[in-house]
């Protein structure tokens, strides 16, 4: 593969990468227009942009399509992720999740609980942006203030352990932070943007008594999930979105006190202009509702909804246009 040079980088775009679940849904074509492969189960997750060897992204667009994102990553390094780059893998997973059905009650571990864990565990903390809910979808997330600890364990082995945790309506334009250690669960209905650490540590607790196609139950790693859940969080972890049109192009900060990365909602009716350089790092752009058009001059991209852009760190000054005539709504995420 014949790299660009540095200054010829432009945004790119990646193809998704499918992955069959028991509780996949059909919102992805739906909402997102996407022509999914045929499968035994339905589709799941599309992992938008990814470095993890068992699912690796291939750039789509422009001179690099073909190139792999560890063979991108390999040769610009911190030109492309920024300052705070450490080196190895990308850091962050991007995906879209489409919930059919409720998924299970988990939690992911910190680097704590991995540290003590062992086994290959990495920490992993996301967020999810709701982009489609359909009526009645719901979002379990952390666990109710009045439920202790003895109530949970008590009731984990029961489908009654819904009652220990914090239940909200799923609305779009909502977000909510996952933080390792944080008990979760997406309910049916959903589609979810997923931005998180590059991590694939998932620790069932319960499945609601469920089998897989197989006709066996799903493993649970109730041990595991004891030693990383935190029992002292008990914080709400939902950001409302907006409730009213924008006149004018709002950024409204999501997340801006993770160490992981920042995550912003761009609510846009006129052009957006932006720059890497002013805080040292790659941007990831998601188109929600409209397609929207990102870059400068003739190194531009095209962005379709549900699908993300990653514009380099070396790239500077940048645009973002939508919908004419429309308030469009991009998700930018950064380190």
């Not at 189960?41 to 789509?60: C, L, T």
């Amino acid at each position: 593969m014949e790299m660009v040079e540095r200054d010829n980088l432009y945004p790119l775009l990646f193809d998704p990468i499918y992955h069959e679940k028991m509780w996949g849904g059909n919102m992805m074509p739906e909402k997102l227009g996407r022509k999914l492969p045929k499968t035994k189960d339905p589709v799941g997750e599309s992992w938008e942009v990814s470095d993890r060897d068992d699912a690796m992204s291939i750039i789509s667009n422009g001179p690099l399509k073909g190139c792999t994102f560890r063979q991108f990553l390999d040769h610009y390094g911190n030109d492309i992720i920024g300052k705070n780059f450490q080196g190895g893998r990308f850091p962050l997973l991007v995906k879209i999740i489409d919930a059919g059905k409720r998924l299970s009650l988990q939690v992911h571990p910190d680097q704590a609980a991995c540290n003590q864990l062992g086994g290959g565990a990495e920490p992993k903390t996301e967020m999810w942006y709701v982009i489609a809910a359909k009526k009645g979808a719901k979002i379990m997330a952390g666990l109710k203030p009045t439920a202790t600890r003895m109530q949970f364990v008590d009731k984990i082995k029961s489908p009654d352990v819904e009652s220990c945790l914090q239940i909200f309506d799923s609305n779009p334009g909502d977000a909510y932070f996952i933080s390792s250690g944080r008990l979760h669960a997406i309910g049916a209905g959903n589609l979810l943007l997923e931005i998180q650490q590059s991590s694939d540590t998932t620790y069932r607790v319960s499945d609601w008594g469920r089998t897989g196609s197989d006709g066996k139950p799903r493993q649970l790693h109730v041990e595991q999930a004891m030693k990383s859940i935190n029992f002292m969080d008990r914080t709400s972890p939902r950001i409302s979105g907006a409730a009213d049109s924008a006149e004018h192009n709002r950024k409204y900060p999501l997340i801006n006190m993770c160490p992981f990365f920042q995550v912003d909602e761009l609510r846009l009716v006129d052009t957006w202009l932006d720059n890497t350089t002013a805080n040292g790092s790659f941007h990831l752009l998601t188109a929600i509702n409209h397609p929207v058009t990102a870059g400068r001059d003739d190194l531009t991209a095209e962005i379709q909804p549900g699908c993300t852009c990653f514009i380099p760190a070396s790239f500077g000054q940048y645009q973002v246009r939508g919908k004419k005539g429309e308030e469009s709504m991009v998700v930018r995420t950064m380190l």
